[in-house]
């Protein structure tokens, strides 16, 4: 239903903030074809993986949504006019709302077929690859945004409880994985954030093993996430049940405190990569840094994966918030591996778990 009440919604206030940012950058108008980035700024959802469902212009003064001629759509604000793509076209239909431009930007994630596509019907139209501004919005998540993600934290947690309790009846990593999502989406009755990582012995040194028909060891990583009104989460625990084995106890005492320290070290300001090295420099003291073999975290919220990266290469500014993971990681190949994870906001007082 449209905004009647001059009140901006929150998916108004979406769009008026790209829209100054294309203002302060010089640009005109810009496609937006990413189905996560149209969800952000419109509400509205594109189901299908392969199909071209709708597509999205933004001018410094409108916004357009062209959908496929099969569906329709009641958009939640007063700013999006809402087209039905002639025959389909949605290029042509968008690029009509026009006037004269001699310039187009389009979001540089535009697979090649589509580029191709639009270069057809762009004419004399200079269209530039851009990347990163509906991103760079995204970090920094509203109200609604938090109330879905703390949603879809909480789900998983009573999930994976209850798994875990359950998981020495599981006879295979994929029999288990495949329970695990089963319960999270009857739990929520949307599909999961991500098909759930069930690595057990030698295949939780695997950070994104995929679940087989091996038989569940004596030590499992188990990774998974619900999703909530479109959000995610992702959590990960390690279950182990031989308590005598020093390296394995060793691991898990290191992967824990460099959690820990992350979880109250972590500030507002804080440069991505420093603070990587703060859960680096803990499994350091244990000698067990090599082994950490990936970011120590990322952005969560309609992906399961978007801005920031808390990479040792990353140089992003981590600001009041922000929602990321926060996931210390030991691997020894063909031995075993123990992760921890929760998903926290930044916060001017630091991080705090979704709980």
């Given at each position: 239903?449209?905004?009647?009440?001059?009140?901006?919604?929150?998916?108004?206030?979406?769009?008026?903030?790209?829209?100054?940012?294309?203002?302060?950058?010089?640009?005109?108008?810009?496609?937006?074809?990413?189905?996560?980035?149209?969800?952000?700024?419109?509400?509205?959802?594109?189901?299908?993986?392969?199909?071209?469902?709708?597509l999205l212009l933004v001018t410094q003064?409108?916004?357009?949504?062209?959908?496929?001629?099969?569906?329709?759509?009641?958009?939640?604000?007063?700013?999006?006019?809402?087209?039905?793509?002639?025959?389909?076209?949605?290029?042509?239909?968008?690029?009509?709302?026009?006037?004269?431009?001699?310039?187009?930007?389009?979001?540089?994630?535009?697979?090649?077929?589509?580029?191709?596509?639009?270069?057809?019907?762009?004419?004399?139209?200079?269209?530039?690859?851009?990347?990163?501004?509906?991103?760079?919005?995204?970090?920094?998540?509203?109200?609604?945004?938090?109330s879905a993600l703390k949603r879809a934290?909480?789900?998983?947690?009573?999930?994976?409880?209850?798994?875990?309790?359950?998981?020495?009846?599981?006879?295979?990593?994929?029999?288990?994985?495949?329970?695990?999502?089963?319960?999270?989406?009857?739990?929520?009755?949307?599909?999961?954030?991500?098909?759930?990582?069930?690595?057990?012995?030698?295949?939780?040194?695997?950070?994104?093993?995929?679940?087989?028909?091996?038989?569940?060891?004596?030590?499992?990583?188990?990774?998974?996430?619900?999703?909530?009104?479109?959000?995610?989460?992702?959590?990960?625990?390690?279950?182990?049940?031989?308590?005598?084995?020093?390296?394995?106890?060793?691991?898990?005492?290191?992967?824990?405190?460099?959690?820990?320290?992350?979880?109250?070290?972590?500030?507002?300001?804080?440069?991505?990569?420093?603070?990587?090295?703060?859960?680096?420099?803990?499994?350091?003291?244990?000698?067990?840094?090599?082994?950490?073999?990936?970011?120590?975290?990322?952005?969560?919220?309609?992906?399961?994966?978007?801005?920031?990266?808390?990479?040792?290469?990353?140089?992003?500014?981590?600001?009041?918030?922000?929602?990321?993971?926060?996931?210390?990681?030991?691997?020894?190949?063909?031995?075993?591996?123990?992760?921890?994870?929760?998903?926290?906001?930044?916060?001017?007082?630091?991080?705090?778990?979704?709980?």
């Open positions: 239903m449209k905004n009647v009440h001059n009140i901006p919604s929150a998916h108004d206030k979406r769009i008026i903030a790209l829209q100054e940012i294309l203002e302060k950058k010089k640009i005109g108008s810009i496609i937006i074809e990413r189905s996560s980035n149209i969800f952000y700024l419109t509400g509205y959802t594109i189901t299908s993986e392969t199909e071209r469902e709708a003064k409108k916004a357009y949504l062209a959908m496929s001629p099969l569906n329709t759509y009641d958009s939640p604000t007063a700013i999006c006019n809402v087209l039905q793509a002639e025959k389909g076209n949605y290029y042509k239909t968008l690029l009509a709302k026009l006037l004269t431009p001699t310039k187009v930007y389009f979001e540089n994630s535009m697979r090649h077929n589509e580029y191709l596509y639009l270069k057809k019907h762009a004419n004399s139209i200079d269209l530039q690859p851009i990347g990163g501004l509906v991103e760079s919005l995204r970090t920094i998540k509203d109200m609604f945004e938090l934290d909480k789900a998983t947690r009573a999930v994976l409880h209850t798994f875990l309790d359950k998981l020495p009846m599981y006879k295979t990593e994929r029999s288990a994985a495949f329970a695990l999502q089963q319960m999270l989406e009857k739990k929520t009755l949307e599909r999961v954030a991500f098909t759930p990582i069930v690595a057990s012995g030698i295949h939780s040194a695997t950070p994104h093993h995929t679940p087989n028909t091996s038989k569940l060891s004596d030590i499992s990583i188990v990774d998974c996430g619900a999703r909530f009104d479109h959000y995610c989460a992702d959590i990960t625990r390690t279950e182990y049940k031989n308590t005598r084995n020093t390296d394995r106890q060793r691991a898990v005492d290191a992967v824990q405190e460099a959690y820990i320290a992350s979880l109250s070290q972590i500030k507002v300001g804080m440069i991505s990569k420093d603070a990587f090295s703060i859960a680096f420099d803990v499994l350091k003291k244990y000698n067990l840094h090599t082994y950490f073999i990936h970011s120590l975290g990322h952005g969560v919220g309609i992906d399961i994966h978007e801005l920031p990266h808390l990479s040792p290469h990353s140089n992003e500014v981590l600001q009041n918030g922000m929602v990321f993971s926060i996931e210390p990681g030991v691997y020894i190949p063909g031995k075993f591996g123990v992760r921890y994870e929760n998903t926290v906001v930044l916060t001017e007082k630091g991080c705090r778990e979704l709980v």
